[in-house]
């Protein structure tokens, strides 16, 4: 029996110290009404630049195999390799005719 007696205290005291939390946290929003709202901004931010980390890995995956990435790709590669930006790219438009012919 005072097993029972002891969890009934415990159980007391928890719903005491749970309302003690519920009071001390409306009376800090009472005090500053803005830091809720701020908090919210903060979440929503988080989850916002959540999803355009998701969506710009899609747009990488998606723009991976597309024309103009791989064109960028060759013109930054062959002005690397050649040293001299417009050489490069006239190289890299005689290999793309050359190709399409």
Not at 3 to 10: A, G, M, T, Y
Request: charged share 45%; glycine share 2%; proline share 3%.
């Amino acid at each position: 029996q005072s097993l029972l007696e002891r969890v009934e205290k415990l159980e007391g005291e928890n719903h005491r110290l749970r309302e003690k939390a519920i009071s001390e946290e409306q009376a800090e929003d009472e005090e500053n009404p803005h830091e809720r709202e701020l908090q919210k901004l903060r979440q929503r931010v988080e989850r916002l630049e959540e999803e355009n980390r998701q969506l710009q890995e899609q747009a990488d995956g998606t723009s991976f195999a597309s024309p103009s990435r791989m064109r960028t790709e060759t013109d930054s590669w062959a002005e690397e390799v050649s040293g001299k930006p417009a050489r490069a790219r006239a190289n890299t438009e005689n290999l793309r005719s050359s190709d399409r012919k």
